[in-house]
């Protein structure tokens, strides 16, 4: 598992649509979802700083 996981722009894109939930879901839930991930990311920047 050497390989980026995103080769190209469009690869990233595919990804990202297979990890969407197959069935529908309330619009807010995206908003939310990327909020989440905002967070989970300045926790792990602020983690790579204390190291």
Partial sequence: MGKNLYETPRDKDK????????????????TSRSKRLEQ????FAKQQKNK
Avoid: A, F, G
């Fill in 40 to 43: 989970l990311k300045d926790r």
């Fill in 15 to 30: 990804w990202n649509r297979n990890v969407e939930p197959l069935h529908p879901v309330k619009s807010n839930n995206k």
